[in-house]
């Protein structure tokens, strides 16, 4: 089995990122927590913690970014697929990845039709 290069790896989330789109991965994975939509916005209760209001996880459609303001965490959709999974995000990590991580990436991998990352080779 050959090893990616660090190019390649870039390269792979990427296009794993481009091809998720965040809405359709949001309705899925919160699908029932959904309380709000105008326009370009998704609002859901945050699985993560107890709100009064049941919209304070924002997902922007036309951005591709989310953000959930009473954890003050947010993302891409793949750091979305891990928030939701595992209740954490993966940031500004280099070298081997979080377990929660991987198994986001592998989620969203099946999610669009691509290969997992581990099955390319890394």
Same mark, same amino acid.
């Given at each position: ?6 190019? /390649?790896?870039?390269?792979?989330? #990427?296009?794993?990122?481009? #091809?998720?789109?965040? @809405? ?9 927590? &959904?309380?709000? /939509?105008? @326009? ?9 913690? #107890? ?9 922007? &459609?036309d951005k591709q970014l989310w953000r959930c303001w009473g954890c003050g965490i947010s993302g ?15 940031? @500004?990590?280099?070298?081997? *990845?979080?377990?929660? !991580?991987?198994? #986001? ?5 099946? !999610?669009?039709? *691509?290969?997992?990352?581990? !099955?390319?080779?890394?």
């Amino acid at each position: 089995m050959t090893t990616l290069s660090r190019d /390649e790896v870039r390269a792979y989330y #990427a296009d794993l990122i481009a #091809a998720a789109e965040i @809405g359709a991965v949001a309705r899925r994975h919160l699908g029932d927590r &959904l309380t709000g /939509e105008s @326009g370009s916005l998704l609002r859901f209760d945050c699985p993560h913690h #107890a709100s009064v209001s049941r919209t304070s996880l924002h997902v922007e &459609l036309d951005k591709q970014l989310w953000r959930c303001w009473g954890c003050g965490i947010s993302g891409d959709v793949l750091q979305l697929v891990e928030f939701v999974q595992s209740g954490t995000v993966t940031i @500004g990590v280099t070298g081997e *990845m979080t377990e929660s !991580h991987r198994a #986001a990436r592998d989620w969203l991998a099946d !999610h669009v039709g *691509m290969p997992k990352l581990s !099955h390319l080779g890394l």
